[in-house]
């Protein structure tokens, strides 16, 4: 995801919009176009077919939206151990769903992987990351923003591309110290831009 | 190879690479070493995740769009119809059992004893208040104390992911509200029964905590046990909920201002006022009383079209007797019946233990304190039930008046004997019509009441829930026109000052003036210098001109819907007028 989503506000992320405001519905908007595509991709990896991700990533996302509204995030708690419990619970809860009769079964295999305890593991480990993905995003937003357009090129071809100095000097005419010194700039930048993005100073 | 720049010089340089001096970022350029310290602060960030990735399967737009929709019902819609049971420790989650306004109800087992239990999980907003959970698990604490074998058990009580739950004993037989539709129960059956649930009531008035919504839903029936009663179901009652309603009282009233809360059917006077400052023993008192009377004849005693209307009969309306809906009912019984029902809660017992001792007086067959056995107790207690109408009737004055309600307590009574002596034959269809004739009569006699009190808004109400519903038959008689046209005469009719306020007039004490505009500003009231009262509309024609009234008229306005024109007169006095609306 390089699309940085300009049109949404970039003082905070998505997720910590809608655990404070769960009536926001341009941020649920948002918050469906990460985390949906997010979990339909990941369902694609585990050979779903289309029909079989959509359901399970309809399920899934609907129930993350209801533990999330049902689960309120205090303010003063740790975000990132109430998206773990929320992620959990909405997985569980999902499966439990699934089980009801009436359900739709699907390939029996791919199920009964996806009921055993890595699946869900990873599931929220998934979540996790597209959060910190999300957060990291934010935050180069908000810095590209205040940059010389040259830096920031610097700092994307370097660390972002893995291009060398040399390579990357010579594509934006500017020496390869120089690039090396936006770099690090840029990449300081982004740091601290973290840091303020996570108001309870918590490693997120 | 120049030697390396000091870290504050490369640290500068960081800070403002457009003017880092030259030498450094050669230097840079070529020392490895010198990367690397700049580097060397860093934690591992993953940037390539700010890179374009090709994912091969994307989710499609619609797909994408449908999503979305659905998440806004979800979180915008009605509240979650199938969350996951709560997390409390120790218990197993089966089934949910039972949903409600207060929150759900599930079935659990007990992991370490094995029985089943019931966890209610509250709504969240129920409790919020920090001060609100402590009087919550105060009371639950009171009341899990408590072991009554007609009280539902509590167990435990608690906070699970911020709903606020009890645990307690699981009673699976249904309620009373489906008991009393098996079939009719003998008076002696429903003393009994009414009896142990007054008991029960007084044991948990004795720790402090008021139910306030006593009805037959919330009446339990367990067939664990040896038959207590000679109901017709050999069910035990256990009364359920106790205090939990006072939580969705305050609840509701943060969010829905002026609405009152509870079951109107079920609703004791001072409830159905909003008094919340009343609610006393006397309050469930009432509601036993309720539950007596629908045990007893079938049928709640205030039953309106809407739930306006009961509340309105609630606040205002004297039963009807619960002889005259089911004859045979002993007298005893009826007066402990209408005992409870006394609009004033001083009148009622005065605690659940005293109707439960006056039910077992009754059941042993000794004299009810209810029910004076002397001539003379018998009358004061006449006078002490309806004061208000005997002083009412000597307030008519108008000869007229006194006629009509003569006329009307004869047809009142004359109709009361035909249902009687009609209810074992009549069927459904005979019923009902009796049923809207003799609401109809109650009405009338209010309405004949509140005329005569100078209660002209009231008056109108009654006669206005007289009119008969789309395809009901018509119940109204001479007596009905002639009321209505003696409350929208230009007849005058004097109020005493202090009672203007609840009729939207409260102004006109504090205000003098010779002026007054109707809400709409159509009408114009002027006192002129003359002293005569004249109503002007809006094109100057004049529409009443009445020479002074008794007294000096010093201050004029209209009702809040702009029906009445009050006159204040230098005596004191309020005249009202029909403020001639159009």
Known sequence: ?204 | MNSCPDPDALARAVQDPETAPAEILEHLAACQRCRDLLDQNEQPTKWDWLGETEHKHEPKTWFLDRLKAAVRYTVTGPPEPDEPGPNVPGYAIEAEIARGGMGVVYRARDIALGRTVAIKVLRSDLVSHPTQLARFLGEAKALAALSHPNVVQLFQAGESDGKPYLVMEHVADGTLRHAMQTGSWDPIAAAQLVCTLADATAAVHRIGVIHRDLKPGNVLMSANHERTFAGPSALRPKIADFGLARFLESADRLTRTGDVFGTPEFMAPEQARGDHVVVGPETDVWSLGVILYEVLTGRPPFVGMTSIETLQLVKLSPPVSPELVRPGIPPDLVAICLKCLEKKPTRRYRTAESLRDDLDRFLANQPVLALPRSPLGRTALALRREPMAVLGWLLIASVMLAAVGLVLWQRHLARIAATVSAAEIAHLHAQHESTIRELYAVRITLAVRAIADGDFMDAEAWLALCRPADGEPDPRGWEWNYLMNRLHSRAQIELRLADTDKHGFEDVKLVPSTEAFSPDQRRRATIDVAGRLLVHDQDGRLLLQLPAVAGQMIGLKFSKDGRWLAVRTADEKLVVFDGLAP
């Open chain 1, 1 to 204: 995801m390089s699309e940085l989503d300009d049109e949404i506000s970039t003082s905070t992320t998505l997720l910590r919009r809608v655990a404070a405001e769960p009536t926001d519905d341009a941020a649920w908007d948002s918050f469906v176009d990460r985390y949906g595509r997010m979990i339909f991709r990941w369902c694609r990896r585990w050979n779903l077919q289309d029909a079989d991700a959509e359901d399970l990533t309809q399920g899934v996302l609907l129930q993350l939206a209801r533990q999330m509204r049902g689960f309120r995030y205090d303010p003063d708690g740790r975000f990132r151990a109430w998206l773990r419990t929320v992620a959990y619970r909405a997985w569980t809860r999902f499966l439990e769903t699934r089980k009801k009769p009436g359900a739709g079964t699907g390939d029996s295999g791919v199920w009964r992987l996806l009921e055993s305890a890595p699946a869900r593991d990873e599931f929220v480990r998934r979540i996790e990351e597209e959060a910190d993905r999300e957060l990291l995003e934010r935050a180069a937003v908000r810095v590209r923003a205040r940059v010389m357009p040259h830096t920031w090129e610097a700092f994307r071809l370097l660390a972002v591309e893995g291009l060398s100095g040399k390579e990357t000097a010579e594509r934006l005419g500017m020496a390869v110290g120089a690039a090396i010194v936006a770099r690090s700039k840029v990449s300081r930048m982004i740091r601290e831009e973290l840091d303020k993005l996570t108001p309870a100073g918590g490693t997120e």
